[in-house]
Protein backbone atom coordinates (compact mmCIF):
# COMPACT_ATOMS: atom_id res chain seq x y z
CA UNK A 1 0.00 0.00 0.00
CA UNK A 2 3.07 2.53 0.70
CA UNK A 3 3.65 3.99 -2.53
CA UNK A 4 -0.34 3.70 -3.50
CA UNK A 5 -2.11 6.04 -1.29
CA UNK A 6 -2.37 9.76 -1.18
CA UNK A 7 -0.90 11.49 2.34
CA UNK A 8 -3.58 11.71 4.26
CA UNK A 9 -4.81 8.11 3.29
CA UNK A 10 -1.41 6.87 4.28
CA UNK A 11 -1.41 9.11 7.53
CA UNK A 12 -4.85 7.31 8.55
CA UNK A 13 -3.82 4.22 7.85
CA UNK A 14 -0.62 4.12 10.32
CA UNK A 15 -2.89 5.93 12.50
CA UNK A 16 -1.57 8.99 12.92
CA UNK A 17 -3.26 11.56 10.90
CA UNK A 18 -5.47 13.26 13.63
CA UNK A 19 -9.45 12.51 13.87
CA UNK A 20 -11.68 14.92 15.28
CA UNK A 21 -14.69 14.52 18.00
CA UNK A 22 -16.96 17.07 17.66
CA UNK A 23 -20.95 16.67 17.22
CA UNK A 24 -22.68 20.02 16.65
CA UNK A 25 -21.56 22.67 18.65
CA UNK A 26 -19.68 20.47 21.39
CA UNK A 27 -15.41 20.30 20.41
CA UNK A 28 -13.81 17.91 21.48
CA UNK A 29 -10.02 17.26 21.45
CA UNK A 30 -7.92 15.58 17.87
CA UNK A 31 -6.67 12.17 18.92
CA UNK A 32 -4.94 9.59 16.41
CA UNK A 33 -6.55 6.39 16.80
CA UNK A 34 -7.14 3.70 14.41
CA UNK A 35 -4.55 2.10 12.34
CA UNK A 36 -1.56 -0.15 12.34
CA UNK A 37 -0.79 0.10 16.21
CA UNK A 38 2.17 -2.28 15.05
CA UNK A 39 3.65 -0.03 12.88
CA UNK A 40 3.18 3.12 14.94
CA UNK A 41 4.75 1.43 17.66
CA UNK A 42 8.03 0.81 15.21
CA UNK A 43 7.96 4.54 14.05
CA UNK A 44 7.41 6.00 17.16
CA UNK A 45 10.46 4.49 18.48
CA UNK A 46 12.49 5.22 14.86
CA UNK A 47 11.27 8.50 15.59
CA UNK A 48 12.59 9.02 18.86
CA UNK A 49 16.87 7.87 17.04
CA UNK A 50 15.58 10.31 14.45
CA UNK A 51 15.18 13.20 16.24
CA UNK A 52 18.30 12.85 18.00
CA UNK A 53 20.50 11.57 14.61
CA UNK A 54 18.79 13.17 11.38
CA UNK A 55 19.41 17.14 11.03
CA UNK A 56 15.97 17.52 9.05
CA UNK A 57 13.54 15.29 12.00
CA UNK A 58 15.63 17.12 14.88
CA UNK A 59 14.89 20.57 13.36
CA UNK A 60 11.01 20.11 12.60
CA UNK A 61 11.04 18.69 16.14
CA UNK A 62 12.97 21.91 18.00
CA UNK A 63 10.66 24.01 15.50
CA UNK A 64 7.24 22.53 16.46
CA UNK A 65 8.55 22.04 20.32
CA UNK A 66 9.27 26.10 20.07
CA UNK A 67 5.39 26.87 18.85
CA UNK A 68 4.50 25.32 22.09
CA UNK A 69 3.66 21.42 21.19
CA UNK A 70 3.74 19.26 23.75
CA UNK A 71 6.46 16.68 23.26
CA UNK A 72 4.25 13.45 22.06
CA UNK A 73 2.45 15.91 19.46
CA UNK A 74 5.53 17.12 18.60
CA UNK A 75 7.02 13.50 17.67
CA UNK A 76 3.76 12.27 16.50
CA UNK A 77 3.55 15.17 13.70
CA UNK A 78 7.50 13.79 12.99
CA UNK A 79 6.21 10.61 12.50
CA UNK A 80 3.23 11.24 10.03
CA UNK A 81 6.18 13.42 8.12
CA UNK A 82 7.83 10.64 8.04
CA UNK A 83 5.19 8.04 6.70
CA UNK A 84 4.72 11.08 4.03
CA UNK A 85 8.18 11.38 3.00
CA UNK A 86 8.86 7.93 2.39
CA UNK A 87 5.30 6.88 0.73
CA UNK A 88 6.51 9.88 -1.67
CA UNK A 89 9.69 8.60 -2.15
CA UNK A 90 8.16 5.21 -2.67
CA UNK A 91 5.77 6.50 -5.26
CA UNK A 92 8.12 8.71 -7.21
CA UNK A 93 10.82 6.04 -7.34
CA UNK A 94 13.26 8.15 -5.52
CA UNK A 95 16.14 8.56 -2.69
CA UNK A 96 16.55 10.28 0.68
CA UNK A 97 17.64 13.86 -0.45
CA UNK A 98 17.51 16.04 2.99
CA UNK A 99 17.00 18.91 0.88
CA UNK A 100 13.57 17.81 -0.04
CA UNK A 101 12.21 16.56 3.09
Do not use: D
Not at 5 to 17: D, M, P, Q, S
Not at 23 to 28: F, L, M
Not at 75 to 94: G, P, Q
Amino acid sequence: ELGKLNRKEIAALVGVAPMNRESGTWNGKRRIRGGRHRIRTVMFMAMLSSIQCNPVFKRFYEHLKAQGKLPKVAIIACMRKLIVVLNTMLKNEELWRQKTA
